[in-house]
């Protein structure tokens, strides 16, 4: 009996001892077991972030990279005098030229404007037309003015003002009209009034405006190249955006054919400012000849309105052009403006 007893007691502590032994195998397991899990978990997290940040390095770079070729590269000014200019240019008046043969010799120009692609023009010039029934001029003086302009390197627009009805004529009131719709565009640097019927012959003749009023037609075929008459300031001038301002645009009151241009020269010389002209030799236009219009027939009471404008220059001009706004039509290669302008006041 005491022999088993003792047997029994051997045995059941071996059981306690075998148990221990088996907890504490099994925690140095897990312990081991633990211990490989845990050691990759942290550079395997530091290399994810170093990869992520490359990554991200990579990204702003090609951004970066993307945005240069899609930025375009600022572009520098215009030479003073462009390259492009040819000089004297033999002029052509085919009978068998169309509106559409013009708008594909000049597919840059967008709704009567352009700029250079190249360089950044050193003004903006708006060319005003005062036109009623001159259509075959308009093409005639289109195809030579747009590469012309383009051959001096501007930024321009070409606004035709048509005025509408069959009342008499009235240039300057039309002139005025252009300068004001213009500016609705754009703020221009520079005007130049244009007859439609005159064409300049030498791109030498810069079409942009000086510190003082321009007169660019010193001569033309119609009068042998030569100034028509001491003062002359009429056909082809440019003022700009402030000149014209000053001298409060043109007057409103000539109907009919004559005395404006003297008027605005009167104008110009009341404010202390002095017309400037380019040599003769450039400033050279081709007159296309016509029957004058109907409507348009001389006025004969010029003289006297010459005779006034020191005292009405003040409240006869920009400030007081009434007219009312028809259409715009932004043509492929000008912009044309039709108004009604009212009726002559007696």
């Given at each position: 009996m005491g022999y088993?007893?003792?047997?029994?007691k051997?045995?059941?502590?071996s059981?306690?001892?075998?148990?221990?032994?088996l907890?504490l195998?099994?925690?140095a397991w897990i312990?081991?077991f633990s211990?490989?899990m845990v050691?990759?978990i942290?550079p395997?997290?530091?290399?994810?972030h170093?990869?992520e940040?490359s990554q991200?390095k990579?990204v702003?770079?090609q951004i970066?990279?993307?945005?240069?070729?899609n930025?375009?590269?600022?572009k520098?000014?215009?030479?003073?005098v462009?390259?492009?200019?040819?000089?004297?240019v033999k002029?052509?008046?085919e009978?068998?030229?169309?509106?559409?043969d013009v708008e594909?010799?000049?597919?840059e120009?967008n709704?009567g404007?352009?700029?250079?692609s190249?360089?950044?023009?050193r003004?903006s010039?708006?060319i005003?037309?005062?036109?009623?029934?001159r259509e075959?001029?308009l093409?005639?003086?289109?195809?030579?003015l747009h590469p012309f302009?383009?051959?001096?390197?501007?930024?321009?627009?070409?606004?035709?003002?048509?005025?509408a009805?069959d009342?008499?004529?009235?240039?300057?009131k039309?002139?005025?009209?252009?300068y004001l719709?213009?500016?609705?565009?754009?703020?221009?640097?520079c005007f130049?009034?244009?007859?439609v019927d005159?064409?300049p012959?030498?791109?030498h003749?810069?079409y942009?405006?000086?510190?003082?009023?321009k007169?660019l037609v010193?001569g033309?075929?119609?009068?042998g190249?030569?100034?028509?008459y001491?003062?002359?300031?009429?056909?082809v001038?440019?003022l700009?955006?402030?000149q014209?301002?000053k001298?409060?645009?043109?007057?409103?009151?000539?109907w009919?054919?004559g005395?404006?241009?003297d008027?605005?020269?009167?104008?110009?010389?009341?404010q202390?400012?002095?017309i400037?002209?380019?040599p003769k030799?450039v400033?050279?236009?081709t007159?296309v000849?016509?029957k004058?219009?109907?409507g348009?027939?001389v006025?004969?009471?010029?003289?006297?309105?010459l005779?006034?404008?020191p005292?009405?220059?003040r409240?006869?001009?920009l400030?007081?052009?009434?007219?009312k706004?028809?259409?715009?039509?932004?043509?492929?290669?000008y912009v044309?403006v039709?108004?009604?302008?009212?009726?002559?006041?007696s």
């Amino acid at each position: 009996m005491g022999y088993c007893s003792s047997i029994r007691k051997i045995s059941r502590k071996s059981k306690y001892v075998i148990l221990l032994i088996l907890v504490l195998s099994l925690l140095a397991w897990i312990a081991i077991f633990s211990r490989d899990m845990v050691k990759p978990i942290y550079p395997t997290t530091q290399q994810t972030h170093v990869k992520e940040e490359s990554q991200r390095k990579e990204v702003d770079l090609q951004i970066e990279a993307a945005n240069e070729i899609n930025t375009p590269p600022q572009k520098t000014k215009c030479p003073q005098v462009s390259p492009l200019l040819l000089g004297a240019v033999k002029l052509s008046f085919e009978s068998s030229l169309k509106l559409k043969d013009v708008e594909k010799d000049n597919e840059e120009v967008n709704e009567g404007e352009y700029k250079p692609s190249d360089c950044t023009a050193r003004q903006s010039v708006a060319i005003l037309i005062p036109h009623r029934n001159r259509e075959r001029h308009l093409l005639y003086l289109l195809h030579h003015l747009h590469p012309f302009l383009q051959r001096q390197q501007l930024h321009y627009a070409i606004y035709v003002i048509q005025q509408a009805g069959d009342v008499t004529f009235n240039r300057a009131k039309l002139l005025n009209i252009g300068y004001l719709e213009a500016l609705k565009d754009y703020n221009w640097d520079c005007f130049i009034f244009h007859d439609v019927d005159l064409v300049p012959e030498n791109d030498h003749n810069l079409y942009v405006c000086d510190t003082q009023p321009k007169h660019l037609v010193v001569g033309r075929n119609a009068t042998g190249y030569r100034l028509r008459y001491k003062g002359y300031f009429g056909g082809v001038t440019a003022l700009s955006r402030d000149q014209f301002f000053k001298v409060n645009g043109f007057s409103n009151a000539y109907w009919g054919w004559g005395g404006e241009d003297d008027d605005l020269r009167i104008r110009v010389e009341l404010q202390k400012m002095k017309i400037v002209r380019p040599p003769k030799n450039v400033a050279r236009y081709t007159m296309v000849f016509h029957k004058r219009d109907s409507g348009n027939e001389v006025n004969r009471d010029r003289m006297r309105l010459l005779g006034r404008t020191p005292q009405s220059w003040r409240k006869d001009g920009l400030n007081s052009c009434s007219y009312k706004t028809l259409s715009v039509e932004r043509m492929p290669l000008y912009v044309n403006v039709t108004v009604d302008i009212g009726k002559r006041l007696s």
